[in-house]
């Protein structure tokens, strides 16, 4: 199971420095627990997102966006203060749908949204050119929201 799913190193990096600079992280995949869980701590990313939602949470998959609203919830941000990091069309679409601005991993998955990506609500940062930087930068500074444009951070 653990081998089945690639940990980016670019990402990593990212998590640790949103973390570092207070934001509150989750991971929501549309994954069993059992994977979440595995995937986290052979990582040893457990620190970084104490919060989880699974598939089984929801008990509807991305593009619904009720995995993204269920892990806003219980980290009590609103979704439009929320970025997503998606690899996926459907966590793109998800994204979107939930009301969050979303940074994604590759041209496909942002090709879901293309007026969300034309209007700067999404942000196409693909794993071979990721800069970690730059991709704290838009976040940190809310380029991306959607809505109201408060200052509560969470990722």
Known sequence: MRESVK?????????????????????????SRAVIDAVVASASLSD??????SA?????????PTVFQKASCRLSVSPEERTVVEDA???V????RAG????????????????????????LAEHDNFDDADVFGWIRSGSGRMAARRGTRGL
């Open 7 to 31: 940990v980016y190193p670019h990402m990593v990096v990212l998590a640790r420095h949103l973390r570092r600079s207070g934001f509150e992280l989750a991971v929501a995949p549309g994954s």
């Open 48 to 53: 970084l997102f104490p919060e989880k939602v």
């Open 56 to 64: 089984e949470d929801v008990g509807r998959g991305k593009p619904d």
């Open 89 to 91: 069309a459907a966590g």
């Open 93 to 96: 679409e998800a994204a979107v």
């Open 100 to 123: 969050m601005s979303c940074v994604a991993v590759t041209s496909q998955a942002a090709e879901a949204r293309p007026f969300a990506l034309r209007a700067g609500h999404v942000l």
